[in-house]
């Protein structure tokens, strides 16, 4: 099969990788042309682990290929996957104009018949208007089809959920189109659900929504529990023993962030809107995850009223571990606030300050190690779960004017910071 995929961020790259890795020939398109010189030459653009080897691996044995140029990414291809952005309008919906560029120059240098792949989060109902944008712009001796196939990956192990995912999800208008799809993906030996194309557009977003409900809900209880003297990780094992509820997604923390999780509860709620439904669930969902991702700065000025002047190490500034995105991340809303108390933040990162520099207030200092940037403070925030914090020697806090260590993120028991005489505040954990 020739694919080509028009879009290469966190989805489209690892889409256009992992079908090459299965043995299809692939060429990946990009608007942004600093992005494809770097990955003509292997180098990938984002922080994700295995992938750069895969990449380089591909490229190598001819199967992957990379391109500005839309006429000639597009040439011969069977299947074209869409893999743009979906960012958030200001009113929470879901912008489209990615989504219709895209298929738009579809329409405007395809010379044959094609299969267009919806890999983008869209709302209900997108396929179809993909589907008459590009035949009111294509020649008129051709034909093409639409398959809905949304991606379920993790940032952080993207390459490892495309070969072991849960399900593939296929939605399509005709079996033909269903069986193109499915035979790309057979090797991927994931297990492939096949269905229709606005089930398979909501399947994405009421997946999404249904984790982030998971995580807005095990937040609430460890509140609950902060109140009550329960602790939360005895309670999210506790309930997660339970196969109907599952033990992943309740782990409490400063809320979720990233660039699906906010975007997608609130698309969400606005294509409920469109056809006068109010979900009334996901809007608390949203809320208490808004709520949570201040609670830190809560507990710091319960420790500390006043920052003015202080030095205030914060450990961690990507969404998670494992990348580099920044993308709505508890991060920025923590150093914005302690900045406006009037704080000297310094913060450190294994892998996102790259990014962060590009995001965050100018005032933040970065440090080179967590030593750095812990020494002298009096308070560290902890959050993001990185292995490197996780493994930190305790005793290395008592290297701060006094240690005090507000965690975000549960990253050590509470036997081990109290033998080594440490204040410490986590999330749903007695103090
Ligand atoms: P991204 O913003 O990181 O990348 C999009 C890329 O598309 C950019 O490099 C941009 O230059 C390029 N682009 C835009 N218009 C183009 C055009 N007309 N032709 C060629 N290139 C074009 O996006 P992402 O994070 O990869 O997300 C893509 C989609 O997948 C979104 O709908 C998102 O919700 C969904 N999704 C993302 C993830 C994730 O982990 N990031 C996981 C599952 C689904
Ligand atoms: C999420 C979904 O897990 C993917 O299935 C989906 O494809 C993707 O969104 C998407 O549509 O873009 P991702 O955002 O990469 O993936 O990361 P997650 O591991 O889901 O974490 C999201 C946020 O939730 C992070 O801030 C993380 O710290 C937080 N989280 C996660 C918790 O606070 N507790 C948990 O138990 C799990």
Redesign the pocket.
Known sequence: MKISV?????????TGVSLSEIGHHVTC????QD?VAKMQQGIS??YEPGLSEMMTKNINENRLSFT?D?RQGLKHSDVIYI?????ENHDGS?DMS??I??A??IAENIQQNVIVVT????PVGTNDMIKQTIQSHMAANLQMEVVSN??????GS?IHDSFHGDRIVIGAESEYASNVIEQINQPFGVPIFKTDIKSAEMI?YAS?AFLATKISFINEISNICELLGANIENVSTGMGLDQRIGSQFLKAGIGYG???FP??TKALIQIAGNVEYEFELLKGVVNVNKKQQGILIGKLNDCLPILTGKRIAVLGLAFKPNTD?M?ESASIRVTEELIKQGAHVIAYDPIAMGNAKSILNPLVEYADSIEEAIADSEAALILTDWDEIKNIELALFKTMKKPLVIDGRNCFSLEAVESNGIEYHSIGRPV
């Open positions: 028009i879009g290469t961020g966190y989805v489209g790259l690892v398109i990009d608007v942004n992005k653009p984002i500005t839309h893999a743009v952005g979906t960012p879901a990615y989504v560029q895209a738009r120059d890999k983008s989060t869209v949304p991606e379920f990956l993790k940032e993207a994405k999404n990233g660039s699906c975007k997608d995105d993308r």
